[in-house]
């Protein structure tokens, strides 16, 4: 499967400020998502990133809160903006569709970027 | 909406034991059945998924069933180890929406 990072790792951020988190992957996909699982909870869409055209967006998310770009194939940002400490999470990238590889409906996260917001 | 619940929520089997997790989705025209593993502070990982067009699969010591009639799938994992402890999800695709819900998740807990 491919091999996907994300940067930071983790992050403690003060109120009112934003965080931009990237997601990397090493062969080109067809889909990229970015989720949110809260301590002990199952895993929450936020949005899909689309190339080359805006995110499209879960209910509950809205795009001046969560900004997503998608410049290419292999590479998404996920901002999180004027935090509060409600949004305190672990925030997962994930991709779907190795061109490549061939594959489809087969989705695979990154490590996560866990934040914590004061 | 579309929904996937999943039971239990928590399961505590001894080693060696076999453990099985299950999920009814809402769906009726979805045809894709993934299941993810997550040991504490890592990510989710897939460990096997199921077709529509297939009744079961197995991977050596895991395997899946689906019931397309009664819209329920699930996980069963023999001879467990200690190392099989971690929270499982199941997912369902939407037919509709092309994304995967996911159900609640189940924490195993194998005994030594």
């Known amino acids: 499967s491919a091999v996907i990072s994300q940067k930071p790792s983790r992050d403690i951020c003060q109120r009112g400020t934003s965080l931009t988190i990237q997601c990397q992957v090493d062969s080109q996909v067809t889909m990229m998502f970015w989720y949110r699982q809260q301590p002990g909870q199952s895993l929450t869409l936020i949005a899909t990133a689309n190339q080359g055209s805006e995110a499209t967006y879960e209910s509950g998310f809205v795009i001046d809160k969560f900004p997503i770009s998608r410049p290419n194939l292999t590479f998404s940002t996920l901002t999180v903006s004027n935090m509060s400490p409600e949004d305190s999470s672990i925030y997962l990238c994930?991709?779907?569709?190795?061109?490549?590889?061939?594959?489809?409906?087969?989705?695979?996260f990154g490590p996560g970027t866990r934040l914590t917001v004061l | 909406g579309e929904n996937v619940e999943q039971h239990p929520s928590t399961l505590s089997v001894q080693e060696g034991d076999s453990a099985v997790i299950k999920c009814t989705y809402s769906?009726?025209?979805?045809?894709?059945f993934p299941w993810y593993k997550q040991e504490l502070g890592k990510r989710p990982q897939l460990i096997i998924d199921i077709r529509s067009n297939v009744g079961e699969k197995k991977d050596q010591r895991i395997a899946v069933t689906l019931n397309k009639t009664a819209k329920h799938f699930s996980l069963h994992i023999t001879e467990t180890q200690p190392e099989d402890s971690a929270v499982y999800f199941c997912a369902a695709l939407s037919s509709n929406t092309g994304k995967l819900i996911f159900g609640q998740g189940t924490t195993l807990q194998v005994k030594p």
């Open positions: 994930s991709v779907e569709g190795d061109i490549v590889a061939g594959s489809y409906n087969e989705q695979f």
């Open positions: 769906d009726s025209a979805s045809n894709y």
